[in-house]
């Protein structure tokens, strides 16, 4: 059994270690409110500026815009969106390990990759396992849609010169505190382009009335979608990373309590069992006298 001074020391360490977790826990409550309010704010932007894009998509001629244009997928790009920092649990080995599966089935169908890592984490794990070409880190603490105009500016300009010819998008999805679920988005080609069966729903594929212009309208707003979907990814992995260190650091808080419970018995234990041996002594030696 170790000695009553090592485990009044695991004790104080362990202690120490709750008033961090917990603190921990505080901070990344204050940012998640923060974000998941920012995320649930832009959501319905997002999703009506896509419903649009693709209907105006499909009333188009691809060729009017290089943005649209569909090539064979020789050549891709992916954009993957981890966190700059850790504990948060299985936030970003999860997204990781979706992007690792989606890279290895684009390989075996024979295309050439490109990787675009956004945030330190992703980028550790495949500076050595991927082709990366281009990289943002220490950008998520505080963002706005700047840094999302950046990312895109780096992707659309290749993709007019035919430098690839599909863009992918991998990021989590924040569903709530303790799920975070990986998604790919195909960027560019559009879904509805050289699809005209794409996955969208029939209440979307409304008739809508434009002014100026349908082919003046995609000039505007391809650039802006781009940007969008970006600005999207970046607010829900903000909200995700932090959704999930929150409830990281909660666990850890209440394993550091029954680790505490645990080591006070065991010092407990060690207590009485010391006590129990000086009064033996005392005993032994009271009667050692006695006889002498």
């Not at 675009?116 to 998520?140: E, H, M, P, S, Y």
């Not at 909200?239 to 909660?250: K, L, T």
Request: charge should be positive; charged fraction near 25%; aromatic fraction near 6%.
């Amino acid at each position: 059994m170790a000695s009553l001074k090592d485990i009044k020391r695991k004790v104080s360490a362990v202690q120490k270690t709750k008033q961090i977790t917990r603190a921990m826990n505080m901070v990344a409550a204050s940012k998640f409110k923060s974000a998941q309010v920012k995320m649930e704010n832009f959501r319905p932007y997002a999703g009506k500026f896509m419903d649009v894009l693709n209907s105006l998509a499909l009333r188009v001629d691809a060729s009017t815009h290089p943005l649209l244009a569909v090539r064979d997928p020789k050549k891709i790009r992916v954009i993957c969106m981890t966190s700059d920092r850790g504990l948060c649990g299985g936030f970003n080995s999860n997204l990781i390990k979706a992007t690792e599966r989606f890279l290895r089935e684009k390989a075996r169908e024979g295309r050439e990759i490109a990787l675009i890592n956004v945030g330190r984490k992703g980028r550790d794990f495949f500076r050595k396992k991927a082709n990366v070409i281009a990289q943002k880190t220490d950008v998520l603490s505080k963002f706005d849609m700047t840094l999302a105009v950046s990312i895109a500016d780096e992707v659309i300009e290749p993709f007019i010169k035919a430098e690839y010819d599909e863009l992918y998008l991998i990021y989590n999805q924040f569903v709530n505190v303790s799920v975070q679920k990986p998604t790919v988005v195909r960027l560019f080609p559009l879904p509805s382009i050289g699809n005209p069966d794409a996955d969208i729903e029939p209440d979307k594929r409304l008739d809508y009335v434009y002014e100026p212009s349908e082919e003046v309208l995609l000039h505007k707003l391809l650039p802006m979608y781009v940007h969008v979907l970006v600005f999207r990814a970046l607010l829900e992995t903000s909200a995700g990373e932090n959704g999930a260190r929150m409830a990281a650091m909660d666990n850890a808080t209440s394993n550091c309590e029954e680790l505490i419970s645990s080591l006070t018995l065991k010092m407990n234990k060690a207590r009485q069992a010391a006590i129990t041996a000086e009064l033996m002594d005392i005993v032994g030696g009271t009667e050692a006298l006695a006889k002498g």
